[in-house]
């Protein structure tokens, strides 16, 4: 759902039985979640509220709470369904909001340079907690003309450009 947390997932798979029972009869899974707790946190960060000597804490912590989030909601939905007869796929999220990259006087760093790092090492664990149970993983770079006028979601051709990728992975188990 668009605008949904990692937290606000995590609480509907392990609350809601609507959720629950969703995915317990779904054959097809994707997950996509994080890029708005850290959306949240790149708005504090541009309004300079973000904290630290850095000003960069929430990102810090942002990342903190994907991450945690990642798994468990990763356990909940593996508790819910295998993956030896779901289609189960993650997407990284590579189709980040976009950050002007022009504006820092010299010598500074930018917003894209700021928040790239933190991004990446979502990625990074998205994969790595992908592949370790056994999830096809893909991350799609979108070019700013796939975002919404929201500039943090893909629009209709971005969707497109992720869902081909997702087919690319194939199909299996389900033959």
């Not at 606000?8 to 995915?23: G, I, K, N």
């Not at 541009?46 to 990763?74: F, P, S, Y």
């Not at 590579?94 to 990625?123: Q, R, W």
């Amino acid at each position: 759902r668009n605008g949904q947390t990692s937290p606000e997932l995590l609480h509907a798979l392990r609350t809601d039985p609507s959720w629950r029972r969703a995915v317990g009869e779904a054959d097809v899974l994707t997950v996509n979640i994080g890029i708005n707790d850290l959306g949240r946190a790149a708005e504090d960060y541009e309004n300079g509220t973000c904290g630290g000597i850095d000003d960069q804490d929430c990102l810090r912590e942002a990342i903190k709470t994907v991450k945690g989030n990642w798994n468990a909601v990763t356990a909940e939905l593996l508790s819910l369904r295998s993956t030896n007869d779901t289609i189960i796929r993650a997407a990284g999220l590579g189709y980040t909001p976009y950050l002007d990259s022009e504006k820092a006087p010299i010598g500074e760093l930018n917003d894209f340079l700021v928040f790239e790092p933190y991004l990446d090492e979502v990625n990074r664990h998205i994969a790595t907690t992908a592949s370790a149970n056994g999830i096809p993983y893909v991350e799609v770079h979108l070019d700013k003309g796939y975002t919404s006028q929201d500039g943090v979601h893909p629009n209709d051709e971005g969707y497109e450009v992720i869902a081909g990728r997702l087919r690319d992975l194939g199909y299996s188990p389900l033959k």
